[in-house]
């Protein structure tokens, strides 16, 4: 069985601080992706990661793929009010695309 | 064009009753996910189609739900006798393709059984 360890599972931080996000596994993944679900709403994609060792940025926010495919980080620099929100990466399996779900980061940036 | 729906947006239930939940993929993609999502477990896998094949069915939690595809387009995922564990948000995805790297959520249908 697949599993993605995420952590931590929440995080209540100041406007203007860092902060890392955590998805760990043991088994290796055709692909990470990371997606932000806002409350009554179904999770949005911020990025996909392929390649051991790939970094991407987008804005203030930096994903990482393991070397191994089998763990990834989010990092948000300069945290504000407006990245509060529910974070969850997931894993690709094989060919058919579907998705094993960490457990989830609930961010809360206070003003 | 429009992105995926899904409806009843909110669903109460009595315990034992058999309800239907319906998504609708963006026009022309292939693959259509369910997930579910509950507060103890996150967010699980149930049934995926490509066309209207479900390749993989693993995530089902019981013999009780089904769910099927026409025309390639919309799905129905069906709970029969609804128990109160079965309560949670359900999710709909599409893609392109199969395997494609981005799949497009929809709002969820939050399922409560009394």
């Known amino acids: 069985t697949q599993l993605l360890e995420q952590s931590p599972q929440f995080l209540s931080i100041q406007e203007g601080e860092n902060l890392t996000v955590y998805c760990n596994s043991s088994?290796?993944?055709?692909?990470l992706q990371w997606y932000r679900q806002e409350p009554g709403e179904g999770p949005v994609l911020l990025v996909t990661v392929v390649t051991g060792g790939e970094v991407k940025k987008l804005k203030r926010l930096t994903f990482q793929f393991g070397d191994a495919r089998k763990d990834s980080s989010l990092h948000i620099t300069a945290a504000q009010p407006g990245d509060t929100g529910l974070y969850l990466c997931?894993?690709?399996?094989?060919?058919?695309?579907?998705?094993?779900f960490g457990q989830g980061t609930t961010l809360q940036v206070k003003p | 064009g429009a992105g995926v729906s899904q409806s009843p947006s909110n669903k109460v239930t009595e315990k034992g009753k058999d309800v239907e939940l319906r998504c609708d993929p963006i026009s022309g993609h292939t693959a259509l996910y369910w997930y579910r999502q509950s507060l103890g477990q996150g967010l699980e896998f149930l049934i995926y189609f490509q066309g209207n094949s479900a390749p993989d069915k693993s995530g089902l939690p019981s013999d009780r739900f089904s769910a099927e595809r026409t025309g390639g387009s919309v799905s129905t995922l069906t709970i029969q006798r609804t128990q109160q564990e079965d309560s949670a948000v359900y999710l709909c995805?599409?893609?392109?393709?199969?395997?494609?790297?981005?799949?497009?959520f929809g709002p969820g249908t939050r399922l409560t059984v009394l």
């Open positions: 088994s290796v993944f055709s692909s």
């Open positions: 997931a894993g690709a399996v094989g060919g058919t695309g579907k998705l094993i």
């Open positions: 995805a599409s893609s392109l393709v199969a395997g494609g790297r981005e799949q497009f």
